[in-house]
């Protein structure tokens, strides 16, 4: 496993999506076009059944790839299967998540997300968010799927990149520690919301990794403020998903352009 950034590695951007989201994923690859260099792929997945609407899409733009996924009754916990199974629909040394209801706003290349030589990644303590009132369901949700108490938040940044390893030793150490594979992840939560993949992800580089071999430099943001690329939307995890005239013009004119540009 190394993890260290070389002109020589490859670096990949993944997205994964639904027919709900066609409209913001064309706004998301629009700001991929015109803000990040520097990927050997851009690949657009999505569930069978959303196949139509989503290739539609992908089509606009020629270096954007789409593959298919199975349908799964409860998306919300199959999005993050697919997740999980990046290194499968990407051949990068390094995957580059970004959701479709995300868009960059500035330039972006691998180079961002590195530091000395080793990919960061953001993590914060649960205790700073309960003080602070917020709600945060995954601490308990996580320490389940790992098997052991996680005390840091994981999940705080676009885009979230992992090295190709950490895919396949985390399936691997998923499967002898559960005895399932990840499609059994969605006949063991209780609710929709009951799962959260990043953390899982974060987690397992912070608490699993050797200490001679890490995944990432594990950056708490109290210390180091991180840079932001992207603009995201729908943190509330709103049901409807179509843009309006006002949030499209609020969005592109955010990102630098306007909707007669794309």
């Not at 298919?68 to 409860?74: F, S």
């Not at 993590?123 to 005390?151: A, C, N």
């Not at 991180?226 to 509330?236: F, G, R, S």
Request: proline share 3%; glycine share 4%; with cysteine.
């Amino acid at each position: 496993m190394n993890t260290k950034y070389a002109s020589d590695k490859s670096h990949g951007i993944i997205i994964r999506t639904y027919s709900k989201d066609a409209e913001r994923l064309n706004l998301c690859l629009f700001s991929i076009a015109k803000y990040c260099r520097g990927f050997k792929e851009i690949v657009v997945v999505c569930p069978e059944s959303s196949a139509e609407a989503i290739r539609s899409v992908v089509s606009i733009y020629p270096n954007v790839s789409l593959m298919l996924c199975q349908n799964y009754q409860n998306d919300m916990i199959g999005q993050q299967i697919t997740k999980l199974n990046s290194h499968k629909y990407l051949t990068s040394d390094f995957i580059y998540h970004v959701d479709s209801d995300c868009y960059f706003s500035k330039n972006y290349t691998p180079d961002c997300n590195f530091e000395n030589g080793l990919l960061k990644l953001y993590h914060r303590e649960y205790e700073f968010f309960y003080k602070s009132g917020i709600r945060m369901p995954w601490q308990s949700i996580t320490s389940r799927f790992l098997g052991q108490q996680v005390d840091f938040e994981f999940m705080s940044l676009f885009p979230l990149v992992y090295p190709r390893d950490l895919y396949i030793d985390l399936e691997k150490w998923f499967s002898e520690f559960h005895n399932l594979s990840y499609e059994a992840i969605e006949n063991m939560v209780d609710a929709p919301w009951a799962f959260s993949e990043f953390n899982l992800m974060g987690a397992f580089s912070y608490y699993k990794a050797l200490i001679d071999k890490p995944y990432h430099l594990h950056l708490n943001w109290r210390d180091f403020e991180p840079d932001k690329y992207l603009i995201q939307t729908c943190q509330d995890g709103a049901t409807d998903r179509a843009i309006s005239e006002t949030e499209m013009e609020e969005i592109t004119s955010l990102l630098g352009f306007t909707k007669s540009d794309m």
